[in-house]
């Protein structure tokens, strides 16, 4: 019996010898990796694919509007609803619908110079902006232009941005294209690891169509006189699509 005790304390003695052993040689420099697998954990390929597709706009939006200093807040209203009527009159004569239409911004408030260090009163700026869509996309040029000239010195042009309307087909075309492109790059990573593709697990996707815009600084808009029509580009949009999925392996 005593010597049977003694054989499971040497085997227990060198057990702990080679615990100790192992610790040592981590503590003096060799690398250690722990893999930990979880049971529930998903397991797969996870990609992301893009889709472009071109497209011609067909939907100009513009912001405009008026600003006007005076003396009183009275006679900047005043002043600022005479022009901006004369605006809103000259786009329906353009063929911009009144739903098309639609007050952004309004704000009065005083201006003040600063001399000496003193508060000078220099009078109230009432500023009154539309938001409008212009449909007939090839008209944009003509509807600025006698926007300009109607609201004169008090005019100002904000913004024009250039979209699709109903961007719903292109954007189906894209996402046919991202999800393609996302299956290839799935397929070419399970070919190079030796597996199968199965079943998408999860997919989601983001983008959409991206409006070219143009500030007032880009259109050089000038008010009044005898000048060339302003020149406005659509151009074309891309209309983009990312997805992100994740393929099961078998």
Known sequence: MKRGRLAIMGVLGAAAFLTFG???CGAFGSTTT?????????SGISVSGQGKVTG?????????????LRDTVAAARDQAAASLTAITKAMKADGVADKDIQ???????????????????????VTNVLSAKVRDINSTSKVVDDA???????????????TIDKPAELQRQAREAAVADAKAKAQTLASAS?????AVTAISESGGVQPVQYSAADLALKAGGATPATPIQPGELDVTVTVNATWAIK
Not at 148 to 162: E, L, P, R, Y
Not at 194 to 198: E, W
Request: hydrophobic residues 35%; aromatic residues 6%.
């Open 103 to 125: 007050t952004v911004q309004l704000n009065i408030s005083p201006e003040y110079n600063y001399t000496n260090g003193r508060q000078i009163l220099k009078g109230f700026r």
């Open 148 to 162: 300009v000239n109607a609201g004169g010195n008090d005019t100002q042009i904000q913004s024009i941005a250039f």
């Open 56 to 68: 011609k706009p067909d939907l100009a939006r513009l912001q405009l509007g008026v600003s006007v």
């Open 22 to 24: 192992a610790a040592t």
């Open 34 to 42: 722990t893999v930990q697998t979880t049971p529930n954990q998903p």
């Open 194 to 198: 030796g597996v199968s593709l199965g």
